[in-house]
């Protein structure tokens, strides 16, 4: 069972015209990978879905994402700020594209999940049912030198159950 706080927001004195945001996942079990683009991501997210079909459990893929790194939906013009929502739908369907690119031919069973959140805090609150979390060595930030990177520090070291980490 997947659980997920939504977020509400109204626009205007009157409150006829909302939408609604993915702010958080909890996946009741399974493994949990981050993919942030990245070719670290990929390799995690592969080496996840091995891992999810080895322990017989449902892979969830989550993508977490924020204005600047969302993906910029193509049926909205230049000129035109696109909505929360169609910014999380343009994300989702990219980032569902990418799943089915990287594991063709595999057998896990996944789930592709975006949410509006940093990505640390976004894994972290998905790791407190999952049996595992796998996390990339270096995502996309902006310091390559570092061995491990911010995100997948903050997981190892709050995560609420073990965490994989995958080195390029």
Not at 36 to 43: K, L
Not at 130 to 135: D, F, G, I, M, T
Request: aromatic fraction near 2%; charge should be neutral; hydrophobic fraction near 45%.
């Amino acid at each position: 069972m997947l659980v997920v706080r939504r977020w509400f927001r109204h626009d205007g004195a009157m409150a006829t015209s909302s939408s609604t945001e993915v702010t958080e996942v909890r996946p009741d079990g399974g493994v949990v990978v981050g993919d942030d683009g990245s070719d670290t991501a990929a390799e995690a997210v592969v080496e996840a879905a091995g891992e999810a079909v080895r322990r017989g459990v449902r892979l969830h893929v989550l993508r977490a994402w924020t204005i600047t790194h969302a993906v910029r939906p193509a049926d909205v013009p230049q000129g035109i700020v696109p909505s929360i929502a169609e910014f999380e739908a343009a994300t989702h369907a990219a980032e569902e594209r990418r799943v089915g690119e990287l594991l063709t031919g595999s057998t896990a069973e996944v789930s592709v999940h975006v949410c509006h959140a940093a990505p640390a805090k976004a894994l972290i609150t998905a790791s407190e049912k999952a049996e595992l979390v796998v996390v990339g060595s270096r995502g996309r930030g902006g310091f390559r030198s570092l061995l491990l990177g911010s995100v997948a520090e903050q997981v190892i070291r709050h995560a609420s159950c073990s965490v994989l980490l995958v080195r390029r």
